[in-house]
C-alpha cells in the first residue's frame, strides 16, 4: 500500500488523564519513582514506562515524538528544543576526531556554519559537494567519512537531492544518509525512499503558526536511544529538549498540516508559473524548468505537491530590498526570514539566513545578490495577491 503520511498521523488517538480529546501536558522537570530500584533501573537505560527528568523525557515530548515518527515512517523520533538542537547532536552523535562529512554545498546557513567552523575544531572536516550530481558526491568520499548530509530541498537555492540515489551510494560505502527535510514536509518522505535519518525544524512548515521553536530527529529505535544515552548520548549531553508546553501545542498544530501543505504548495505553483511567464527568472521544484523537476515528481507524494518555497532573481540587492519593503507596506507578507507562516515570508538570503557562507562561496554555487526567498502563505485568493506583487514589481522596475 503506498506510504501515507498525514493518515498515519491521523491514526494516531491519545486521551488526556481525564478523558480529554487533546493529551495533557506534563508540567514536571522531575517524576517521582516507587522504589529506588526502579530509579536505579530507569539511569541504566530500562526507562519502559518511567520518566526520569525532562532533558531526557517527558509523555508531552512522546506523544509528539510518536507523531513524527508516524508522519515519516521511521522507527521512532525525538524532539528537540531548536532544528539546529536535532542538526548537531545528530552529527556529533555519528562523527568523532578524523571522521569525514560530505555535504551539500547549499544547505542553511547555521547548519554550513557548523559544518565549515565548528566541527574542524573537533577534526571532523566536511568536503562541500553539489549534492545534485551523484558522481561529485562519490568522489568526495573517502576512508574517513561516515556520513552525507543533504537537504531533500536545499536553502535557499531549492536544489532537489536525489536521495533514492542517495542512499543506494550510502549503502554502497556504508555510510549514513542524514536529510533534512525541512521544505518539504509530507511531500517528500525521505526515509521510504532509503534515508537513514530524517530532521526538521518544527519551527516552519510543521508548526506552521511562527510562535515557537522545535526541531525532530527521525531515525531507528537504536540511534535515538544512543542520542537519549545518558553515559554519552548527544541529545542528552548537549541539552537541547524541547519543552513540554512547546510540544503540546505543536503536536495541535501539526493535525492541520496536510491541509496547510496542500494549499501552500497550490500558491507557490501558481504564483511561480506567473513570474516565470512575466519573464522573472524563477525557481520552483513544480516548474518544468527546475533541473531536478522530474526527480522531485518521481520521489513525491503527488497530493501536496511541490512545497510553498521559491525564489526569483531581481537582479541585484537594492532592488530586492526595495520590492520586499514595498510588498510589506501593502500588507503582502513580511520581511522576514522562516518559512512556514499562514502569511507570505520574504528574505534576501545572501544577506541574511546564508550570510554564515563567504561571498565567494555564496558566488559558486549560483547565490545572487538579487535573489528574494519566498515562503508562500496560505493566501485565498492567490490571483489577487499575484496582481498586488506584480503591480509592486513594475513600481520599483523589476518588470
Known sequence: MKFKPANNIQDLQYFGEFGGVNPSISDSSTYTFLSAKTMFDTFEGNTDGCYLYSRHSSPSNLYLSEALAAMEGTETANVSATGMGAITPTILQICEAGDHIVSSRTIY???????????????????????????????????????????????????????????????????????????????????????????????????????????????????????????????????????????????????????????????????????????????????????????????????????GMLTIDTGSLEKANALMELMQERNLGYLAVSLGFYKTLFSAPGTSTSSEIPLEDQKEMGLTDGLIRFSIGLDNDIERTYQMMNACMKEIGIL
Open 109 to 307: 546557513g547555521g547548519t554550513y556554519a557548523f559544518l565549515k567552523n565548528f566541527t574542524p575544531r573537533m577534526d571532523i572536516e566536511t568536503s562541500f559537494v553539489d549534492i545534485t550530481k551523484i558522481s561529485v558526491v562519490e568522489a568526495a568520499i573517502t576512508p574517513k567519512t561516515k556520513m552525507i548530509y543533504c537537504e531533500t530541498v536545499s536553502n535557499p537555492l531549492l536544489e532537489v537531492a536525489d536521495i533514492k540515489a542517495l542512499s543506494i551510494l550510502a549503502k554502497k560505502y556504508n555510510l549514513q544518509l542524514v536529510v533534512d527535510n525541512t521544505f518539504s514536509p509530507l511531500s517528500i518522505s525521505p526515509a521510504q525512499l532509503g534515508a537513514d535519518i530524517v530532521i526538521h525544524s518544527l519551527t516552519k512548515f510543521i508548526n506552521g503558526s511562527s510562535d515557537t521553536m522545535g526541531g525532530v530527529i527521525c531515525a531507528t529505535t537504536d540511534f535515538i536511544n544512543s542520542q537519549k544515552s545518558v553515559i554519552d548520548g548527544a541529545s542528552m549531553l548537549l541539552g537541547a529538549s524541547m519543552d513540554s508546553m512547546r510540544a503540546s501545542s505543536i503536536l495541535k498544530n501539526l493535525r492541520t498540516l496536510h491541509i496547510r501543505v496542500k494549499q501552500h504548495s497550490k500558491n507557490a505553483n501558481y504564483l511561480a508559473k506567473k513570474f516565470e511567464a512575466d519573464g522573472l527568472k524563477t525557481v520552483y521544484p513544480g516548474l518544468k524548468s527546475h533541473p531536478s523537476h522530474e526527480v522531485f515528481k518521481s520521489m513525491m507524494n503527488e497530493e501536496y505537491g511541490f512545497g
